[in-house]
């Protein structure tokens, strides 16, 4: 079944072994090793990820996710989402790896036994110990809050009202004044702050505690492949980010711009849409946190 699972954002089954009691699974290499090595290991002289290829991974991520939530109309409950199961290949090319165990079901929910990791699992699946799509958009919102914190998710060095990045950034996801404390030191500033600002909204979406007031998978990759195709596109003229996603939270608006951008986003003349059954993620008013 492995071996059938196929996209860029996967790393690829090359083969296996099964001889007497060893069960050997070989994986493509992948030469850039863990996000996890880059964000919290990384050796003396190597750069932090810049701002842009952050955002890379993050939309990378989400669409091996989304992926596995559609395949063949069977989707692949896949529990083991975090740092280090993300594999970067040349150019910081994001891959999900660890499918040992992967969860195949038809129904909305698998019950699995609790197979994720503490510290990404949604609050609900830590109870319950059903595997939902929910769950994993909670896990992909903490990978996207470490993506821009540069914190672990658990952090045991870390003070005991730090070290659980969630719980830390909660208080912080409800105050727009207060996002540039979620920042990554070793950024240095080097970020567009309206980008930023966006990313961290979804992230919030993601990590809200009532799984059924989270976005789809679809909508999430919907929204981080905008950001990242608008970062290129600003990058490649020279010009400042524009104000896309939730721009009330950005700067205030009067009400016939905010009318005038419902209503190209409505004609499609903003160039993105999220056709799905949920609250499209790209305009409107943020989903309460």
Same mark, same amino acid.
Request: glycine fraction near 8%; aromatic fraction near 10%.
């Given at each position: ?17 099964? =001889? ?48 596995? =939530? ?49 510290g990404y699992c ?11 799509? =929910? ?79 989270r976005p789809t998978?679809? =909508? ?70």
């Amino acid at each position: 079944m492995l071996s059938l699972l196929y996209h860029p954002n996967l790393v690829t089954l090359i083969g296996y072994c099964c =001889e007497r009691d060893q069960r050997l699974i070989v994986y493509e290499y992948m030469p850039l090793g863990s996000l996890e090595n880059h964000l919290f290991d990384r050796p003396l002289g190597r750069e932090p990820l810049d701002w842009n290829t952050r955002m890379k991974i993050a939309s990378g991520v989400a669409k091996g996710l989304e992926y596995l =939530e559609i395949w063949r109309d069977l989707p692949v409950m896949f529990g083991e989402l975090r740092s280090s199961n993300i594999l970067l290949d040349e150019g910081y090319h994001p891959k999900l790896s660890y499918f040992g165990i992967p969860k195949f079901g038809n129904s909305s929910h698998v019950s699995t036994g609790l197979v994720g990791t503490y510290g990404y699992c949604a609050p609900e699946y830590a109870v319950t110990g059903n595997l939902t799509p =929910e769950c994993k958009v909670y896990g992909l919102g903490v990978v996207l809050l470490e993506l821009i914190s540069g914190r672990k998710a658990i952090d045991k060095s870390r003070s005991p009202e730090t070290c659980h990045l969630v719980k830390w950034a909660q208080p912080i996801l409800k105050d727009i004044s207060e996002y540039h404390r979620l920042v990554d030191p070793l950024l240095h500033g080097s970020y567009p702050v309206e980008w930023l600002n966006q990313a961290i909204v979804i992230a919030a979406m993601c990590l809200h505690e009532k799984a059924d007031r989270r976005p789809t998978i679809r =909508e999430v990759v919907s929204a981080l492949t905008y950001i990242e195709s608008q970062q290129k596109q600003c990058n490649r003229r020279g010009r400042h980010p524009c104000s896309f996603f939730y721009p009330s939270l950005v700067r205030k608006e009067s009400g016939l711009e905010k009318e005038r951008k419902k209503g190209e986003f409505e004609r499609g003349s903003t160039g993105y849409g999220a056709d799905s059954g949920k609250q499209v993620v790209g305009y409107i008013e943020m989903l309460e946190i």
